[in-house]
């Protein structure tokens, strides 16, 4: 929910605790007796609950199940799909859980009604179903919505008492798609010992709305990563044996007798209500609340650009995926002559390319002024999106400054926020964080511009007058760009778009392949001659 719309976590709480899909769903947990169920409520909302055997819940609390790689699970590609970096950990019990069901669920996706309003929920380890599930539901949706089919409802995903599900790097991904992030919620009880297992010292880390519960019928919804770990570590000690699920349905009974004010009331009555300092006292952050409170606009106001700017990027993606029979966007874009209605793409296009260019530049200059790492772990994620925005967008600029007859040394040209960016993020990366699958795009963001000087040299290369030590010269530029190429194939950091039919990188490929002749043997030319390529992804 939005700062616009809630001035605080009391308000957002308050009204979330109003809402009677949330009792209604717990019911229908409790009523479910088998893994899942579907019914609708009163109001005719799609309800969809999933249950897990306490068998699986004592299991997980004796620590059997530990975080494991995304890439280790085909049955999770939809999570990452067209993402740079797509690995994520995961807890294992979601993964069974999820994966013991894949084939009832591809069923049942088929006999939701999309166009009418879905609640996806469940408790404790249920959760962790009811989240994935959602998540490939929000998937389906942005399929459709490339296509221009908006008939579909996405979901809504409640959880009560779910313990966190993945690390750092799938918060990233949910992150990154606003529309997926805004519907995921958990209602998470004071003494709700599976939901507070996993502390701040361990990888995992929420996403989505969490909303906290007393017995009193207090109530405070955080969306703050830091806040709500330091309520969960709270939570969690100290420990106790009792693994009964809090009863949520009375707890909300609590709430509807309970009204909730904020800060100093009208009447002046109240300066903290005490049924609400049972939540401060959980998670020991009233001080960084009201740091949060005096910065929260400014904020608000930033992360909404971010999320905007996002917005622009899913756009540009789906462009990205239309593009790609026609030698993909690199090659759409720097076509000189286009039909009536490329020109309206490449229009849209470039509309969405300047008001990111325009976001960033502003950005860098921002950060120019104000060095100091305020807000780091905000930052961090802000970085991580102009990271992105750079690999998405640069090779348009580099297409643009190629389209020109006659345009030469991009680098040298270089537009500087491009290079602020790459700069900024660099304490960030990761070196030794290998990949094994392909990126949907390409780490290097001047890899285009590489491909275009090799093109060029090619030209010079054919030249009859050329002097021997131009020649070397030459060749030894080109050689330097095989081993480029085929250094970033073997470590995945080119997309698999560079080998579509007609892009700039296949043609200069044939070029070169003509000019050193059919004998020629190289790492780059076994790979290519054999076809290695079109298994790459």
């Not at 009447?267 to 959980?282: M, V």
């Not at 043609?507 to 392949?513: P, Q």
Request: with cysteine; hydrophobic share 35%; charged share 25%.
């Amino acid at each position: 929910m939005s700062e616009n719309m809630f001035g605080c976590e009391v308000e957002l709480g308050k009204f979330l605790g109003s809402i009677d899909i949330i009792p209604y769903a717990f019911c229908a947990i409790l009523e479910t007796c088998s893994t899942y169920e579907l019914r609708k409520s009163p109001s005719g909302i799609q309800v969809l609950a999933f249950n897990c055997s306490s068998d699986y819940t004592t299991r997980f609390l004796d620590n059997e199940f530990g975080l494991v790689s995304s890439e280790e699970h085909k049955a999770l590609d939809f999570i990452s799909a067209g993402e740079v970096n797509p690995s994520f950990s995961i807890n294992k019990a979601a993964v069974e859980l999820f994966e013991n069901l894949t084939n009832d669920l591809g069923h049942l996706k088929y006999k939701l009604e999309a166009e009418r309003p879905l609640v996806v929920t469940g408790r404790g380890l249920g959760g962790y179903v009811a989240i994935l599930f959602a998540l490939w539901l929000h998937q389906a949706v942005d399929v459709k919505e490339s296509d221009d089919d908006w008939s579909s409802k996405r979901p809504v995903c409640i959880t009560f008492g779910c313990p966190l599900v993945g690390d750092e790097n799938l918060g990233r991904i949910i992150s990154k798609y606003p529309q997926w992030e805004s519907r995921f919620l958990n209602v998470v009880a004071k003494d709700d010992r599976v939901a507070s297992v996993f502390s701040s010292n361990s990888r995992y880390r929420p996403f989505g709305t969490f909303l906290f519960c007393t017995e009193s019928g207090a109530r405070t919804a955080f969306q703050d990563q830091d806040l709500i770990l330091a309520v969960l570590d709270k939570m969690g000690l100290p420990r106790t044996e009792n693994t009964e699920t809090p009863d949520y349905v009375k707890l909300f009974g609590a709430i509807r007798r309970k009204t909730l004010h904020r800060g100093v009331s009208e009447s002046g009555e109240f300066n903290k209500p005490e049924y609400f300092r049972d939540l401060i006292d959980i998670g020991g952050v009233e001080e960084k609340r009201k740091m949060m409170r005096k910065g929260n606009r400014k904020i608000y106001d930033q992360t909404k650009k971010v999320n905007d700017m996002k917005i622009k990027m899913v756009n540009i993606e789906m462009y990205m995926n239309m593009t790609r029979s026609n030698g993909g966007i690199y090659d759409f874009y720097k076509k000189p002559n286009k039909s009536k209605e490329e020109i309206h793409i490449e229009n849209k296009i470039t509309s969405h390319q300047r008001a990111l260019t325009k976001h960033w530049q502003d950005f860098v200059e921002e950060t120019k002024q104000r060095p100091q790492r305020e807000d780091a772990k905000m930052r961090k994620r802000w970085l991580y999106n102009g990271h992105n925005y750079r690999r998405m967008i640069e090779p348009l600029s580099i297409a643009e400054y190629y389209k020109t007859v006659g345009n030469r040394d991009y680098i040298g040209q270089r537009p500087p926020h491009y290079l602020e960016l790459e700069k900024l993020l660099k304490p960030y990366i990761d070196p030794s964080n290998g990949n094994k699958k392909a990126a949907s795009l390409t780490q290097d963001s001047c890899f285009w511009a590489y491909v275009e000087e090799s093109i060029i040299l090619l030209t010079y290369l054919k030249k009859e007058d050329l002097s021997h030590n131009l020649m070397n010269n030459i060749k030894g530029k080109l050689d330097l760009f095989e081993e480029y190429v085929m250094r970033s194939i073997n470590d995945y950091s080119v997309s698999p778009d560079i080998f579509l039919t007609g892009s700039s990188f296949m043609k200069w490929w044939h070029e070169y392949k003509a000019c050193k002749g059919s004998s020629y043997v190289s790492e780059l030319a076994r790979y290519m001659n054999n076809g290695s390529y079109s298994l790459y992804k």
